[in-house]
Each structure stands twice: as structure tokens, then as C-alpha cells.
């Protein structure tokens, strides 16, 4: 698995450990959306889900992946 598939993984399990099961193309979304937002490229991450959600969870909202959180 390279870097890349790792980060989506990566992505998937923090959002799965806030009860959301998301797809790895939804993850490629929120996290190129993230990018884009940064204007940087495919952000690179750790190797730990620690912080994951939190970072991206906005995005996931605008983009309807996950409902909007009151």
C-alpha cells in the first residue's frame, strides 16, 4: 500500500471511530477538497488518525458526506 492509500485509510478509520462510515473515494474528497482549501497538493499525514476528523469535518459537512453537526 503506498502513501496515498494509507492516508485514505487512515481517513475511513478516524471517521469510522466518530461513527461515520464513509468510502474511500469520500475520503479522497474531503481530504483533496482539504488540500485544495490549503492550495497545497495531497496534504500528507501522519501515520495516526489523532486529530483526522476534527481537521475535516467542515469539509465532510459541505460536501454532504456527513449531515451538519448542530
Known amino acids: 500500500m503506498d502513501t496515498y492509500e494509507q492516508d485514505v485509510?487512515?481517513?475511513?478509520?478516524?471517521?469510522?471511530l466518530e461513527g461515520y462510515?464513509?468510502?474511500n473515494e469520500q475520503a479522497e474528497d474531503?481530504?483533496?477538497e482539504?488540500?485544495?482549501?490549503?492550495?497545497?497538493?495531497?496534504?500528507?499525514?501522519?501515520?495516526?488518525t489523532d486529530?483526522?476528523?476534527e481537521t475535516t469535518k467542515k469539509?465532510?459537512?459541505k460536501l454532504k458526506i456527513?449531515?451538519?453537526l448542530k
Open 51 to 53: 486529530g483526522l476528523y
Open 9 to 16: 485509510a487512515l481517513l475511513v478509520k478516524a471517521y469510522r
Open 34 to 48: 482539504y488540500s485544495n482549501e490549503l492550495y497545497a497538493s495531497w496534504m500528507m499525514m501522519d501515520n495516526k
Open 66 to 68: 456527513i449531515p451538519p
Open 30 to 32: 474531503i481530504w483533496s
Open 21 to 23: 462510515v464513509i468510502t
Open 59 to 61: 469539509i465532510a459537512e
